[in-house]
């Protein structure tokens, strides 16, 4: 007798998984209306210290000081680029990592787990109406913040989006990795919030790199973050960047593969350690 | 012979079982606290990262030759803009954290399916409520003290006020601090899914009450309403006491102020936890998620 599993994988099977996964997060997240809006303005409460704080810097609406290392002295621009590609970090990292968290506490995990579907694909599937959500909140907290605190973008748009293509779909190896310390420690939002902060911060998402003690920079640099969104704020906001922009996205393109191909490896190691321990759910 | 059966609860209340009831909460939430490790990236990342992201801002606004921390001096009269900061973040910090732990407290109770079981033990349920905030202060005091160590260590950030005055500032604050996060909880308990409202309110902190620059930049009418929140007398006063030589004299302008907003929130804490908790109740919404 020939044992054969029930399921019968296919691309087919696989695309109608991720819709289904995508339909229930668009489902839960409509499903609670405040915290669409919450999303909007969260960017925009975060920010407007930044804007206070910089006036408190500049005289007569320009911070030189910050012309002086980055190129611009509208450092409104500046940040609200960093912010908006911010957003999408932060899709990445909570789409995956605190998906798997919410599915650990309401014991639903395992039984997801034992669904014929890659466990790679069910994390991709987390981020997909997050991703969609937070291309719309975002533009919604662009247009808003456009009339708070002003934004002028002087450079090309669609270079730009293009060049942050490969910077996102490289983030998914990071939210792999994540993913896998989420279920070895059972706890998200501490490892969330303090990895997205210091990914951020070091990727120069509020500042120019190269304002950082000299000690901190070499961080900076290994992260292919820092060189997506130096390159995209070049292409936008005509900044001084660090290497030409052409060098820049050679090395996103290249550090997207690795980056997706050693966060799937850390995943997989992690999620069958977790296994052997038995641990999978437990929260 | 006719018998007479009077129904009788099997506890015993008193103030000794209230207390036993508060500290038995207490430990329970110390004991979830320490169980997760994350929690020292908690205590030890935290208080460093979040005020750096600010920092490193101020530092790019700086300049490499410093002349924008000439205006910034200029405008609010602080030579140590870290030190400016890190006061205004740490105590947006203790609000957040509050409002998380304690302002969420049901609602996790409800999530672990637990809120139902525990209300029909016989014990004061506003202690569920009271015996959060005891590991809470706790882990505050060691987060504040802990900030204070590593931008002193790391970045030379000198106390030079009087310690008894920091100290004085945060007890005059814990009243209006906590008391917001009990009125959050009640409301938390019927609205559910409330993370927009922490973040209304974490928010109205963040732009209103001048973490990281001088609330007399903010235009007239942002300026009236930061008078009605607690955290801009915190804030100011904080940094007078922690930079300054301010004595209880030149605190009392932010010290009576925040001590009434004290007495206010924790009625308002209070009361609202009474009137949603049988709300609650009476809708059936108590055990729902």
């Known amino acids: ?283 | 012979m006719e018998t007479t059966f009077i129904p009788r609860s099997l506890g015993q209340p008193g103030f000794l079982s209230e207390v036993r009831a508060f500290l038995a909460v207490s430990r329970r939430e110390w004991i979830i606290f320490t169980r997760y490790p994350s929690w020292i990236i908690a205590l030890f990342i935290w208080p460093l990262i979040f005020p750096m992201m600010y920092i490193l801002t101020a530092r790019a606004l700086s300049g490499p030759d410093g002349s924008g921390l000439a205006v910034f001096i200029a405008t609010t009269g602080a030579t140590d803009y870290i030190g400016y900061i890190i006061v205004g973040t740490t105590v947006w910090m203790w609000q957040n954290i509050v409002l998380w732990d304690v302002g969420f407290a049901l609602r996790n109770e409800q999530m672990r399916g637990t809120l139902e079981s525990n209300w029909l033990t016989p014990t004061w349920r506003f202690s569920y409520l009271l015996g959060q905030t005891g590991p809470q202060i706790i882990s505050m005091a060691m987060f504040v003290g802990i900030t204070a160590l590593e931008f002193g260590l790391l970045f030379g950030v000198r106390l030079n006020g009087s310690p008894w005055m920091i100290g004085l500032m945060m007890l005059a604050a814990i009243p209006a601090i906590y008391g917001l996060g009990f009125a959050f909880a009640s409301l938390v308990i019927t609205v559910k899914e409330a993370n927009a409202f922490v973040f209304l309110i974490r928010g109205m902190v963040m732009i209103f009450c001048g973490i990281t620059f001088p609330v007399a930049i903010l235009p007239g009418w942002m300026q009236s309403f930061a008078k009605w929140l607690p955290q801009t007398y915190l804030i100011h006063g904080m940094r007078a006491a922690a930079f300054t030589n301010a004595g209880i004299k030149e605190l009392l302008p932010d010290l009576l102020p925040l001590l009434s907003f004290g007495a206010f929130w924790l009625a308002v804490g209070y009361f609202t936890f009474l009137w949603l908790e049988r709300r609650a109740r009476k809708t059936g919404a108590i055990g729902q998620y």
């Open chain 1, 1 to 283: 007798m020939q044992l054969s599993t029930l399921s019968q994988p296919s691309l087919k099977t696989y695309l109608r998984a991720l819709f289904v996964i995508a339909r229930k997060d668009w489902k839960v997240f409509w499903r609670y209306p405040l915290n669409a809006l919450s999303s909007v303005f969260q960017p925009i409460i975060w920010i407007t210290p930044v804007y206070f704080m910089g006036k408190a810097f500049s005289t007569n609406g320009q911070a030189a000081g910050f012309a002086a290392y980055s190129g611009t002295g509208d450092y409104m621009s500046y940040i609200l680029v960093g912010t908006v590609l911010s957003n999408f970090i932060m899709t990445v990292f909570w789409g995956m990592g605190y998906a798997l968290k919410n599915d650990m506490d309401a014991g639903v995990l395992e039984s997801n787990w034992l669904t014929p579907i890659p466990r790679l694909l069910i994390l991709v599937g987390r981020t997909l109406t997050s991703i969609l959500t937070t291309t719309i909140t975002s533009a919604t907290m662009l247009i808003l913040a456009s009339l708070l605190f002003g934004f002028k973008p002087t450079g090309s748009t669609f270079a730009a989006l293009l060049t942050a293509i490969p910077m996102l779909v490289g983030l998914y190896g990071f939210g792999f990795a994540f993913a896998g310390i989420v279920l070895l420690m059972r706890e998200a939002n501490t490892l969330v919030d303090v990895g997205s902060f210091l990914v951020q911060g070091f990727s120069g998402t509020n500042f120019p790199i190269q304002s950082l003690p000299y000690w901190l920079i070499p961080i900076s640099l290994m992260l292919p973050l820092t060189y997506g969104l130096d390159a995209v704020r070049g292409l936008l906001l005509k900044t001084n960047t660090l290497l030409p922009i052409s060098t820049e996205i050679a090395i996103l393109l290249f550090s997207m593969f690795v980056m997706l191909w050693i966060g799937a490896q850390i995943f997989h190691r992690v999620e069958r350690k977790v296994r052997t321990l038995g641990t999978l759910g437990q929260h």
